[in-house]
Protein backbone atom coordinates (compact mmCIF):
# COMPACT_ATOMS: atom_id res chain seq x y z
CA UNK A 1 0.00 0.00 0.00
CA UNK A 2 1.66 3.44 -0.90
CA UNK A 3 1.52 6.58 0.61
CA UNK A 4 -0.27 8.99 -1.93
CA UNK A 5 -0.63 12.58 -2.06
CA UNK A 6 -4.36 12.65 -3.35
CA UNK A 7 -5.82 13.65 0.49
CA UNK A 8 -3.98 16.76 0.15
CA UNK A 9 -6.22 18.22 -2.60
CA UNK A 10 -9.22 17.12 -1.16
CA UNK A 11 -11.83 19.07 1.30
CA UNK A 12 -11.46 17.53 4.72
CA UNK A 13 -14.47 16.35 6.79
CA UNK A 14 -13.44 15.58 10.79
CA UNK A 15 -14.15 11.70 10.97
CA UNK A 16 -16.43 9.77 13.47
CA UNK A 17 -14.69 7.11 15.01
CA UNK A 18 -15.83 4.63 17.18
CA UNK A 19 -14.47 1.05 18.48
CA UNK A 20 -16.50 -1.69 17.56
CA UNK A 21 -17.01 -4.61 20.23
CA UNK A 22 -18.96 -7.28 21.46
CA UNK A 23 -19.49 -9.05 25.08
CA UNK A 24 -17.34 -12.07 23.85
CA UNK A 25 -13.58 -13.02 23.26
CA UNK A 26 -12.28 -12.28 19.88
CA UNK A 27 -15.35 -10.71 18.13
CA UNK A 28 -14.57 -10.50 14.50
CA UNK A 29 -11.00 -12.12 14.78
CA UNK A 30 -11.84 -15.32 15.78
CA UNK A 31 -9.32 -17.46 17.27
CA UNK A 32 -6.80 -14.33 17.93
CA UNK A 33 -7.93 -14.86 22.35
CA UNK A 34 -5.17 -17.42 21.86
CA UNK A 35 -2.60 -14.33 21.57
CA UNK A 36 -0.28 -13.76 24.55
CA UNK A 37 -0.94 -10.12 24.30
CA UNK A 38 -4.81 -10.68 23.89
CA UNK A 39 -7.13 -9.99 26.65
CA UNK A 40 -10.68 -10.33 24.56
CA UNK A 41 -11.16 -12.90 26.47
CA UNK A 42 -11.66 -11.11 29.87
CA UNK A 43 -14.93 -9.54 28.71
CA UNK A 44 -16.70 -11.05 31.86
CA UNK A 45 -14.58 -8.78 34.08
CA UNK A 46 -16.42 -5.21 34.85
CA UNK A 47 -13.15 -3.43 35.06
CA UNK A 48 -12.40 -4.52 31.22
CA UNK A 49 -14.81 -2.57 30.24
CA UNK A 50 -14.66 0.33 32.32
CA UNK A 51 -10.43 0.51 31.31
CA UNK A 52 -11.72 0.21 27.69
CA UNK A 53 -14.04 3.23 28.11
CA UNK A 54 -11.36 5.14 29.73
CA UNK A 55 -8.81 4.62 27.58
CA UNK A 56 -11.47 5.44 24.50
CA UNK A 57 -12.54 8.31 26.02
CA UNK A 58 -8.96 10.03 26.58
CA UNK A 59 -8.43 9.59 23.36
CA UNK A 60 -11.29 11.43 21.91
CA UNK A 61 -13.22 8.16 20.23
CA UNK A 62 -16.91 8.97 19.68
CA UNK A 63 -18.12 6.06 21.00
CA UNK A 64 -18.68 2.20 21.84
CA UNK A 65 -20.01 0.03 19.50
CA UNK A 66 -21.18 -3.14 20.95
CA UNK A 67 -22.50 -5.53 18.77
CA UNK A 68 -24.71 -8.61 20.24
CA UNK A 69 -26.38 -11.80 19.28
CA UNK A 70 -29.14 -13.88 21.16
CA UNK A 71 -28.16 -17.26 19.47
CA UNK A 72 -25.03 -19.43 18.64
CA UNK A 73 -23.70 -19.99 14.80
CA UNK A 74 -25.08 -23.67 14.24
CA UNK A 75 -24.91 -23.17 10.43
CA UNK A 76 -21.58 -24.52 9.28
CA UNK A 77 -21.79 -28.54 9.63
CA UNK A 78 -24.75 -28.09 10.89
CA UNK A 79 -23.47 -27.86 14.62
CA UNK A 80 -22.56 -25.13 17.33
CA UNK A 81 -19.51 -26.90 18.05
CA UNK A 82 -16.96 -24.98 16.03
CA UNK A 83 -17.90 -21.85 17.60
CA UNK A 84 -18.07 -23.14 20.78
CA UNK A 85 -14.66 -24.72 20.23
CA UNK A 86 -12.82 -21.56 18.73
CA UNK A 87 -14.59 -19.36 20.89
CA UNK A 88 -16.28 -17.47 17.63
CA UNK A 89 -18.77 -15.32 19.33
CA UNK A 90 -19.64 -17.98 21.93
CA UNK A 91 -20.07 -17.29 25.04
CA UNK A 92 -21.56 -13.84 25.31
CA UNK A 93 -23.34 -11.59 27.78
CA UNK A 94 -25.41 -9.38 27.34
CA UNK A 95 -24.04 -5.73 26.47
CA UNK A 96 -26.73 -3.08 28.08
CA UNK A 97 -25.78 -3.88 31.19
CA UNK A 98 -22.22 -2.76 31.71
CA UNK A 99 -22.94 0.36 30.41
CA UNK A 100 -23.61 2.74 33.09
CA UNK A 101 -20.53 1.28 34.63
CA UNK A 102 -18.40 2.70 31.88
CA UNK A 103 -20.09 5.60 32.09
CA UNK A 104 -19.76 6.71 35.38
CA UNK A 105 -15.93 6.67 34.40
CA UNK A 106 -16.34 8.46 31.86
CA UNK A 107 -17.99 12.22 31.00
CA UNK A 108 -18.39 12.17 26.79
CA UNK A 109 -18.23 9.50 25.19
CA UNK A 110 -21.16 7.61 23.91
CA UNK A 111 -22.44 3.87 23.76
CA UNK A 112 -24.15 2.13 21.07
CA UNK A 113 -25.50 -0.65 22.36
CA UNK A 114 -27.41 -3.59 19.30
CA UNK A 115 -31.06 -4.91 20.65
CA UNK A 116 -33.28 -6.32 19.00
CA UNK A 117 -37.02 -5.70 17.42
CA UNK A 118 -37.48 -9.43 17.18
CA UNK A 119 -36.74 -10.65 20.54
CA UNK A 120 -38.31 -8.24 23.19
CA UNK A 121 -41.47 -6.39 23.73
CA UNK A 122 -41.20 -2.94 22.83
CA UNK A 123 -42.58 -1.44 26.55
CA UNK A 124 -40.05 -3.23 28.15
CA UNK A 125 -36.91 -2.20 26.10
CA UNK A 126 -38.27 0.99 26.15
CA UNK A 127 -38.22 1.14 30.07
CA UNK A 128 -34.34 -0.32 29.93
CA UNK A 129 -33.06 2.31 27.00
CA UNK A 130 -34.92 5.20 28.84
CA UNK A 131 -33.52 4.12 32.13
CA UNK A 132 -30.13 3.54 30.98
CA UNK A 133 -29.95 7.08 29.17
CA UNK A 134 -30.74 8.65 32.62
CA UNK A 135 -28.02 6.80 34.21
CA UNK A 136 -25.24 7.72 31.29
CA UNK A 137 -26.68 11.91 30.97
CA UNK A 138 -28.25 10.94 28.07
CA UNK A 139 -25.07 9.49 26.57
CA UNK A 140 -26.95 6.14 24.98
CA UNK A 141 -27.10 4.87 21.41
CA UNK A 142 -29.49 2.14 20.09
CA UNK A 143 -28.21 -0.13 17.22
CA UNK A 144 -31.49 -0.95 16.01
CA UNK A 145 -31.00 -4.79 14.19
CA UNK A 146 -34.08 -7.66 13.46
CA UNK A 147 -31.57 -10.26 13.89
CA UNK A 148 -30.38 -13.06 11.44
CA UNK A 149 -29.79 -16.51 13.59
CA UNK A 150 -32.39 -19.12 13.15
CA UNK A 151 -31.37 -20.44 16.65
CA UNK A 152 -32.35 -17.09 18.55
CA UNK A 153 -35.86 -18.04 17.16
CA UNK A 154 -35.64 -21.73 18.59
CA UNK A 155 -34.54 -20.46 22.01
CA UNK A 156 -36.85 -17.39 22.41
CA UNK A 157 -39.71 -18.00 20.85
CA UNK A 158 -39.71 -21.61 20.55
CA UNK A 159 -40.01 -21.55 16.44
CA UNK A 160 -37.64 -23.48 14.35
CA UNK A 161 -36.94 -20.66 12.47
CA UNK A 162 -37.05 -16.84 12.82
CA UNK A 163 -40.23 -14.84 10.47
CA UNK A 164 -38.86 -13.97 7.07
CA UNK A 165 -36.37 -11.79 6.17
CA UNK A 166 -38.83 -8.73 5.25
CA UNK A 167 -41.65 -9.65 7.46
CA UNK A 168 -39.01 -9.00 10.13
CA UNK A 169 -38.90 -5.31 8.92
CA UNK A 170 -42.60 -4.79 8.97
CA UNK A 171 -42.45 -5.62 12.65
CA UNK A 172 -39.70 -3.60 13.38
CA UNK A 173 -41.17 -0.60 11.63
CA UNK A 174 -44.47 -1.06 13.81
CA UNK A 175 -42.04 -1.40 16.70
CA UNK A 176 -40.30 2.04 16.20
CA UNK A 177 -43.87 3.24 16.17
CA UNK A 178 -44.44 1.81 19.65
CA UNK A 179 -41.31 3.42 20.93
CA UNK A 180 -41.33 6.77 19.56
CA UNK A 181 -44.92 6.64 21.28
CA UNK A 182 -43.79 5.56 24.76
CA UNK A 183 -40.61 7.82 24.29
CA UNK A 184 -41.81 10.69 22.89
CA UNK A 185 -45.51 11.07 23.23
CA UNK A 186 -46.45 9.65 26.56
CA UNK A 187 -45.20 12.26 28.68
CA UNK A 188 -44.90 15.84 28.32
CA UNK A 189 -41.32 17.33 28.31
CA UNK A 190 -42.45 19.22 32.15
CA UNK A 191 -44.55 16.41 33.50
CA UNK A 192 -42.27 15.57 36.41
CA UNK A 193 -42.91 19.40 38.86
CA UNK A 194 -41.60 17.91 41.77
CA UNK A 195 -43.92 20.30 43.77
CA UNK A 196 -42.64 20.09 47.48
CA UNK A 197 -45.66 22.12 48.47
CA UNK A 198 -48.95 20.15 47.27
CA UNK A 199 -47.45 17.00 47.28
CA UNK A 200 -47.42 16.22 43.48
CA UNK A 201 -44.54 14.82 41.87
CA UNK A 202 -45.78 14.22 38.33
CA UNK A 203 -49.10 15.98 36.80
CA UNK A 204 -51.28 13.54 35.60
CA UNK A 205 -52.45 15.59 32.98
CA UNK A 206 -49.33 15.66 31.52
CA UNK A 207 -49.00 11.87 31.58
CA UNK A 208 -51.28 9.66 28.57
CA UNK A 209 -51.91 6.65 27.68
CA UNK A 210 -50.73 5.86 24.06
CA UNK A 211 -53.05 3.02 23.31
CA UNK A 212 -51.90 1.51 20.38
CA UNK A 213 -53.12 -1.39 19.02
CA UNK A 214 -50.98 -2.74 15.27
CA UNK A 215 -50.51 -6.08 13.55
CA UNK A 216 -47.98 -6.96 15.90
CA UNK A 217 -48.62 -5.56 19.07
CA UNK A 218 -50.78 -4.18 21.26
CA UNK A 219 -49.63 -1.37 23.83
CA UNK A 220 -51.49 0.35 26.44
CA UNK A 221 -49.16 2.77 27.52
CA UNK A 222 -47.98 5.54 29.45
CA UNK A 223 -44.36 4.54 29.61
CA UNK A 224 -43.02 3.76 33.18
CA UNK A 225 -40.25 5.91 32.59
CA UNK A 226 -39.95 9.71 32.85
CA UNK A 227 -38.90 11.38 29.45
CA UNK A 228 -34.35 10.20 29.48
CA UNK A 229 -32.30 13.16 28.45
CA UNK A 230 -32.30 12.14 24.86
CA UNK A 231 -35.88 11.33 25.38
CA UNK A 232 -35.01 8.64 21.84
CA UNK A 233 -31.50 7.38 21.99
CA UNK A 234 -29.57 8.21 19.08
CA UNK A 235 -30.60 5.94 16.67
CA UNK A 236 -27.76 3.46 14.83
CA UNK A 237 -28.91 0.96 12.09
CA UNK A 238 -27.28 -2.01 10.18
CA UNK A 239 -29.15 -3.67 7.36
CA UNK A 240 -28.66 -2.67 3.38
CA UNK A 241 -30.98 -5.00 2.09
CA UNK A 242 -34.13 -3.41 0.25
CA UNK A 243 -36.40 -3.74 3.16
CA UNK A 244 -32.98 -2.72 5.23
CA UNK A 245 -32.30 0.70 3.42
CA UNK A 246 -36.36 1.68 3.38
CA UNK A 247 -36.08 1.26 7.59
CA UNK A 248 -32.66 3.08 7.58
CA UNK A 249 -33.91 5.77 5.31
CA UNK A 250 -36.88 6.75 7.78
CA UNK A 251 -35.35 6.07 10.80
CA UNK A 252 -31.41 5.85 11.36
CA UNK A 253 -29.46 8.46 12.42
CA UNK A 254 -26.38 6.22 11.32
CA UNK A 255 -25.79 3.47 9.57
CA UNK A 256 -23.04 0.72 9.68
CA UNK A 257 -21.79 -1.07 7.12
CA UNK A 258 -19.75 -3.80 6.89
CA UNK A 259 -18.04 -4.64 3.19
CA UNK A 260 -14.85 -5.33 2.04
CA UNK A 261 -14.42 -2.46 -0.44
CA UNK A 262 -15.85 0.80 -0.83
CA UNK A 263 -17.98 -0.17 -3.77
CA UNK A 264 -19.80 -2.68 -2.28
CA UNK A 265 -21.17 -0.30 0.24
CA UNK A 266 -21.19 2.67 -2.41
CA UNK A 267 -24.47 2.30 -4.44
CA UNK A 268 -26.27 1.11 -0.92
CA UNK A 269 -25.17 4.58 0.40
CA UNK A 270 -26.37 6.84 -2.52
CA UNK A 271 -29.61 4.94 -2.49
CA UNK A 272 -30.53 5.38 1.51
CA UNK A 273 -29.32 9.27 1.38
CA UNK A 274 -31.80 9.65 -1.73
CA UNK A 275 -34.95 7.59 -0.03
CA UNK A 276 -34.03 9.78 2.93
CA UNK A 277 -34.83 12.50 0.87
CA UNK A 278 -37.59 11.85 -1.21
CA UNK A 279 -39.41 9.28 0.96
CA UNK A 280 -38.84 11.00 4.02
CA UNK A 281 -37.93 14.36 3.94
CA UNK A 282 -34.83 14.29 5.65
CA UNK A 283 -31.71 15.53 4.55
CA UNK A 284 -29.47 12.77 3.74
CA UNK A 285 -26.16 14.10 4.59
CA UNK A 286 -27.26 14.44 7.65
CA UNK A 287 -27.41 10.40 8.45
CA UNK A 288 -23.84 9.51 8.82
CA UNK A 289 -22.50 6.15 7.81
CA UNK A 290 -19.85 4.10 8.98
CA UNK A 291 -17.40 1.68 8.14
CA UNK A 292 -16.24 -1.65 9.66
CA UNK A 293 -12.58 -1.50 9.47
CA UNK A 294 -9.47 -3.16 10.90
CA UNK A 295 -6.32 -1.55 11.28
CA UNK A 296 -2.98 -3.15 11.97
CA UNK A 297 -0.46 -0.40 12.36
CA UNK A 298 3.38 -0.63 12.56
CA UNK A 299 5.97 2.75 12.79
CA UNK A 300 7.01 0.91 9.45
CA UNK A 301 5.58 -0.74 6.56
CA UNK A 302 7.50 -4.15 7.51
CA UNK A 303 6.45 -4.07 11.13
CA UNK A 304 2.80 -3.90 10.25
CA UNK A 305 3.31 -6.90 7.85
CA UNK A 306 5.35 -9.02 10.24
CA UNK A 307 2.16 -8.47 13.04
CA UNK A 308 -0.36 -9.46 10.53
CA UNK A 309 1.74 -12.29 9.48
CA UNK A 310 1.53 -13.20 13.62
CA UNK A 311 -1.84 -12.70 13.81
CA UNK A 312 -2.60 -15.21 11.31
CA UNK A 313 -1.15 -18.23 13.29
CA UNK A 314 -4.08 -17.73 15.83
CA UNK A 315 -6.70 -17.40 13.41
CA UNK A 316 -9.43 -20.02 13.56
CA UNK A 317 -10.52 -20.59 10.09
CA UNK A 318 -13.50 -23.03 11.64
CA UNK A 319 -14.46 -19.70 13.92
CA UNK A 320 -14.65 -17.92 10.25
CA UNK A 321 -16.98 -20.43 8.64
CA UNK A 322 -18.97 -20.27 11.76
CA UNK A 323 -19.36 -17.05 11.73
CA UNK A 324 -19.72 -16.21 7.94
CA UNK A 325 -22.36 -18.99 8.11
CA UNK A 326 -24.40 -17.58 10.78
CA UNK A 327 -24.08 -14.15 8.67
CA UNK A 328 -25.29 -15.70 5.50
CA UNK A 329 -26.87 -18.93 5.96
CA UNK A 330 -24.66 -20.59 4.12
CA UNK A 331 -22.53 -23.91 5.07
CA UNK A 332 -19.40 -23.88 3.17
CA UNK A 333 -18.80 -27.07 4.76
CA UNK A 334 -21.12 -28.62 1.88
CA UNK A 335 -19.07 -26.84 -0.76
CA UNK A 336 -15.73 -28.60 -2.16
CA UNK A 337 -12.31 -26.71 -2.06
CA UNK A 338 -12.03 -25.18 -5.19
CA UNK A 339 -15.89 -24.72 -5.61
CA UNK A 340 -17.51 -21.04 -6.15
CA UNK A 341 -19.56 -19.56 -3.09
CA UNK A 342 -23.00 -19.34 -5.31
CA UNK A 343 -25.68 -16.25 -4.10
CA UNK A 344 -28.38 -18.00 -3.09
CA UNK A 345 -32.13 -16.87 -1.37
CA UNK A 346 -31.12 -16.38 2.42
CA UNK A 347 -33.29 -15.35 5.56
CA UNK A 348 -30.38 -13.68 7.19
CA UNK A 349 -28.09 -11.22 6.09
CA UNK A 350 -29.24 -10.25 3.25
CA UNK A 351 -26.61 -7.71 2.26
CA UNK A 352 -23.68 -9.65 3.17
CA UNK A 353 -24.76 -12.47 0.78
CA UNK A 354 -25.12 -10.13 -2.16
CA UNK A 355 -21.53 -8.73 -0.89
CA UNK A 356 -19.90 -11.45 -1.52
CA UNK A 357 -21.98 -12.62 -4.60
CA UNK A 358 -20.99 -9.55 -6.90
CA UNK A 359 -17.38 -8.48 -5.45
CA UNK A 360 -15.20 -11.37 -5.81
CA UNK A 361 -11.92 -10.79 -4.03
CA UNK A 362 -8.76 -9.73 -6.52
CA UNK A 363 -7.34 -12.32 -8.83
CA UNK A 364 -9.89 -14.71 -7.32
CA UNK A 365 -13.19 -16.22 -5.98
CA UNK A 366 -15.02 -16.62 -3.11
CA UNK A 367 -14.31 -20.74 -2.16
CA UNK A 368 -14.79 -21.81 1.63
CA UNK A 369 -10.57 -20.92 2.07
CA UNK A 370 -10.96 -18.04 0.57
CA UNK A 371 -13.70 -17.15 2.67
CA UNK A 372 -12.11 -18.66 5.99
CA UNK A 373 -9.19 -16.04 5.51
CA UNK A 374 -11.09 -13.37 4.61
CA UNK A 375 -13.24 -13.10 7.65
CA UNK A 376 -10.99 -14.80 10.30
CA UNK A 377 -9.60 -11.45 10.86
CA UNK A 378 -11.56 -8.25 11.01
CA UNK A 379 -15.00 -10.10 9.97
CA UNK A 380 -16.67 -9.06 6.60
CA UNK A 381 -14.39 -6.22 6.78
CA UNK A 382 -11.48 -4.95 5.27
CA UNK A 383 -8.23 -5.40 7.16
CA UNK A 384 -5.96 -1.99 6.91
CA UNK A 385 -2.11 -2.71 7.48
CA UNK A 386 0.63 -0.02 6.88
CA UNK A 387 2.08 2.68 8.81
CA UNK A 388 -0.20 5.45 9.81
CA UNK A 389 0.27 7.54 6.80
CA UNK A 390 -0.49 4.50 4.44
CA UNK A 391 -3.67 3.48 7.08
CA UNK A 392 -4.76 7.19 6.90
CA UNK A 393 -4.81 6.93 3.03
CA UNK A 394 -7.05 4.08 2.91
CA UNK A 395 -9.44 5.31 4.93
CA UNK A 396 -9.43 8.03 2.84
CA UNK A 397 -10.54 6.00 -0.05
CA UNK A 398 -13.25 4.47 1.72
CA UNK A 399 -14.19 8.38 2.24
CA UNK A 400 -13.68 9.68 -1.32
CA UNK A 401 -15.02 6.00 -3.01
CA UNK A 402 -17.50 4.87 -0.19
CA UNK A 403 -19.22 7.95 1.14
CA UNK A 404 -18.70 7.03 3.99
CA UNK A 405 -18.14 10.16 7.47
CA UNK A 406 -16.43 7.51 9.48
CA UNK A 407 -15.60 3.85 11.46
CA UNK A 408 -15.83 1.47 13.90
CA UNK A 409 -12.31 0.25 14.44
CA UNK A 410 -12.47 -3.33 15.28
CA UNK A 411 -9.56 -5.10 16.82
CA UNK A 412 -7.57 -7.90 16.07
CA UNK A 413 -5.69 -7.86 19.99
CA UNK A 414 -7.99 -6.52 22.83
CA UNK A 415 -7.06 -3.45 23.97
CA UNK A 416 -3.33 -3.45 22.05
CA UNK A 417 -5.09 -2.97 18.48
CA UNK A 418 -6.89 0.43 19.86
CA UNK A 419 -3.96 1.24 21.53
CA UNK A 420 -1.63 1.46 18.26
CA UNK A 421 -4.78 3.34 16.75
CA UNK A 422 -4.48 5.46 19.39
CA UNK A 423 -0.64 6.07 19.52
CA UNK A 424 -0.16 5.96 15.90
CA UNK A 425 -3.31 6.77 13.61
CA UNK A 426 -5.59 9.25 15.67
CA UNK A 427 -2.28 11.62 15.16
CA UNK A 428 -1.86 11.24 11.59
CA UNK A 429 -5.73 11.53 10.92
CA UNK A 430 -5.49 15.05 12.89
CA UNK A 431 -2.69 15.99 11.40
CA UNK A 432 -4.90 15.59 8.06
CA UNK A 433 -7.72 17.41 9.95
CA UNK A 434 -9.74 14.35 9.99
CA UNK A 435 -10.20 14.27 13.81
CA UNK A 436 -11.32 16.47 16.38
CA UNK A 437 -9.24 17.98 18.92
CA UNK A 438 -12.12 17.15 21.86
CA UNK A 439 -15.45 17.04 22.10
CA UNK A 440 -17.28 19.34 20.76
CA UNK A 441 -19.96 19.41 23.30
CA UNK A 442 -17.83 18.43 26.63
CA UNK A 443 -20.39 16.75 29.16
CA UNK A 444 -23.30 16.64 26.36
CA UNK A 445 -25.34 13.58 25.24
CA UNK A 446 -24.16 11.41 22.76
CA UNK A 447 -26.30 13.15 20.02
CA UNK A 448 -25.02 16.65 20.61
CA UNK A 449 -21.62 15.28 19.96
CA UNK A 450 -22.57 13.38 17.06
CA UNK A 451 -24.04 16.36 15.55
CA UNK A 452 -22.03 18.82 17.14
CA UNK A 453 -24.45 21.08 17.84
CA UNK A 454 -24.99 22.11 21.53
CA UNK A 455 -28.47 21.61 22.44
CA UNK A 456 -29.47 18.99 20.07
CA UNK A 457 -30.39 16.43 22.68
CA UNK A 458 -33.58 15.53 20.63
CA UNK A 459 -34.00 13.90 17.46
CA UNK A 460 -33.53 16.56 14.41
CA UNK A 461 -36.55 18.21 14.22
CA UNK A 462 -36.87 16.26 10.09
CA UNK A 463 -36.86 13.03 11.90
CA UNK A 464 -40.04 11.04 12.14
CA UNK A 465 -39.74 10.97 15.79
CA UNK A 466 -39.74 14.42 16.57
CA UNK A 467 -43.69 15.09 15.28
CA UNK A 468 -44.11 12.16 18.11
CA UNK A 469 -42.62 14.97 20.80
CA UNK A 470 -44.99 16.31 23.35
CA UNK A 471 -43.15 19.60 24.13
CA UNK A 472 -43.40 21.23 27.07
CA UNK A 473 -46.59 23.65 27.43
CA UNK A 474 -48.26 22.33 24.71
CA UNK A 475 -51.59 21.68 25.73
CA UNK A 476 -52.76 17.82 25.27
CA UNK A 477 -55.65 18.38 22.42
CA UNK A 478 -52.82 20.58 20.33
CA UNK A 479 -50.47 17.13 20.38
CA UNK A 480 -52.21 14.25 18.79
CA UNK A 481 -50.26 11.16 18.92
CA UNK A 482 -49.32 10.14 15.53
CA UNK A 483 -50.32 6.54 14.28
Not at 154 to 180: F, S
Not at 268 to 288: H, M, P, V
Not at 298 to 318: N, W
Not at 414 to 426: A, H, T, Y
Request: aromatic share 10%; charged share 25%; hydrophobic share 40%.
Amino acid sequence: MATTSAAQSRPKKPLIVNAFVEMCSGHQSPGLWRHPDDESWKFNDLDHWVELAKLLEEAKFHGIFIADVLGGYDVYKNSLDPAVISGAQWPVNEPLSVVPAMAAATKNIGFGVTISTTYEQPYHLARRLATVDHLTKGRLGWNVVTSYLDSAARNIHGKATQLAHDDRYAQAEEYMKVMYKLFQSSWRDDAVILDRERGVYTDPALVREINHKGKFFDVPGPAITQPSPQRTPLLLQAGTSRAGKIFAAQHAEAIFTSAHSPAVCSKSITEIRELARTEFGRDGNKIKVLALVTPILGRTEEEAQAKHAEYRQYASTEGALALFGGWTGIDLNQYGDDEELREVESNAVKSTVTGYAKFAPHNSKWTKHTVAEHVAIGGNGPILVGTPEQVADGLERWVEEGGVDGFNFAYALFPQSFKDVIELLLPELRKRGLFWDDYAVPGGTYRENFYGEPGQKHPLPEHVAAKFQWRAGVPAEEHQIPE
